[in-house]
């Protein structure tokens, strides 16, 4: 069965932190995302990588970076939390070069900054 | 720039109804469009999608959905409701030129028993 992986459901940070996020997918997909949801915004696109060590940013970079040194492994990274990125995290991958491929999520990091 | 519109916050249905959750789309070019299902504390589990072909796609647990180039539009509709339907749909779309997804906002459907 397909499996999107995010180490940490729930975390909390305070303000200043060095914040990292982990996904593994066991699917060999080449495409991997990263989301934030928050109530009434729907999914907004922080970064996404189609290819080891390749990223693009997304809708909301700022504040953000990420890693992929392995195909199956996608971090994101928040240099210094604070409080506005409080929210929930999804990491989603799919498949092929093509772009026609549905999105597989994890089952999000919840994200507290204190 | 791609953008996606889901008019409703929340839709209510009595179990057995028909249900229909709307969404309008915006892309540059031909789009690929999707529906989601997120169930509480859950990651969004795919439903299904238009790449190319029928208008009407069907998907998982008896789901479908329509779509109209005319109107821009891909609404999720079931001929029957059920209790167990109740949970957070997404709409999204990507430009077939790229790998970038948008998300609508979200509908909470209530199927009330």
């Known amino acids: 069965d397909v499996k999107v992986t995010q180490s940490s459901r729930y975390l909390v940070k305070r303000t200043g932190e060095k914040v990292f996020l982990e996904c593994v997918q066991d699917m060999d997909h080449e495409n991997m995302f990263w989301y934030r949801q928050d109530p009434g915004l729907g999914l907004r696109l922080i970064y996404f990588?189609?290819?080891?060590?390749?990223?693009e940013k997304g809708d909301i970079p700022e504040g953000y970076s990420v890693s992929r040194e392995k195909k199956e492994r996608f971090s994101l990274i928040l240099e210094s939390a604070s409080t506005n990125q409080t929210s929930m995290y999804l990491c989603?991958?799919?498949?092929?070069?093509?772009?026609?491929?549905?999105?597989?999520f994890g089952e999000g990091s919840r994200l507290t900054v204190l | 720039a791609q953008s996606v519109a889901q008019p409703e916050d929340q839709v209510n249905v009595a179990e057995g109804n028909p249900l229909t959750v709307k969404c309008t789309y915006s892309v540059s070019g031909n789009p690929y469009l999707f529906w989601y299902v997120q169930y509480p504390n859950r990651g969004l589990q795919f439903l299904l999608k238009?790449?190319?072909?029928?208008?009407l796609v069907k998907g998982s647990y008896g789901f479908e959905a329509e779509f109209n180039k005319s109107q821009t539009s891909f609404h999720l509709k079931k001929p029957s409701a059920l209790v167990s339907d109740s949970a957070l749909y997404f709409c999204a779309v990507r430009d077939t030129g790229g790998f970038k997804t948008i998300f609508g906002a979200g509908t909470r459907l209530f199927v009330k028993a």
């Open positions: 238009y790449i190319t072909g029928d208008n």
């Open positions: 990588s189609y290819d080891v060590k390749m990223k």
């Open positions: 989603a991958s799919s498949y092929g070069t093509t772009n026609t491929g549905e999105l597989f």
